[in-house]
């Protein structure tokens, strides 16, 4: 297709260059030789696109991604491949429900067959609490961390 159209790509750019020349003459004028010399930039690249043939390839790359995307929207047997993946996707929704209402219902199960333990069982036997005063004669100084120990456990942190 792009070589039936190769005599219309020369005329076609090297108009969309003169208007764009045009155009950057005007913002030369009125914005400044900043803006002036970005529109004439952009007012290139067409030429240079017909030039180098990058307008072949860009060409090419456009017709097949759009050969690609109409080929997507309407081939039936893609329609069909989206149907069977969203099935897909639902049935493993589903299993995942009722999976976890069989392991909810096997825990409740094994939970209410299991002995019931006594409340005075459960409690964990305290360590005796030495006294305050083992505590208080320790000799200080003895190691580098007494003073941060004893920081520590006037804040409450142990």
């Known amino acids: 297709m792009y070589e ?21 003459f005007l913002a030369f004028r009125r914005r400044g030789v900043a803006a ?17 043939g990058a307008l072949q390839a860009l060409w090419n790359i456009g017709a ?9 929207v309407l081939n039936p047997f893609v329609w069909a ?5 969203g099935l897909s996707a639902v ?8 999976r976890g209402r069989k392991l909810s219902s ?6 209410g067959e ?18 305050a005063v083992a505590a208080q004669q320790k000799p200080k100084g003895d190691d580098d961390f007494s003073d941060i120990e004893e920081l ?7």
């Open 81 to 85: 491949g989206i149907a069977v993946a």
């Open 152 to 158: 520590l456990k006037r804040r409450g942190i142990s």
């Open 91 to 98: 049935l493993f929704v589903v299993s995942g429900v009722i």
């Open 106 to 111: 096997a825990r409740k199960k094994t939970a």
């Open 36 to 52: 002036g010399m970005r529109v004439a930039a952009w007012a290139l690249l067409p030429v240079a696109a017909y030039l180098t």
């Open 64 to 72: 097949t991604a759009v050969g690609f995307v109409t080929g997507l």
């Open 4 to 24: 039936q159209l190769a005599a219309l790509w020369l005329p076609l750019c090297a108009g969309v260059t003169a208007l764009g020349l045009g155009l950057s």
């Open 114 to 131: 299991a002995p019931e333990i006594p409340p005075s069982a459960n409690k964990t036997p305290t360590k005796p609490q030495r006294p």
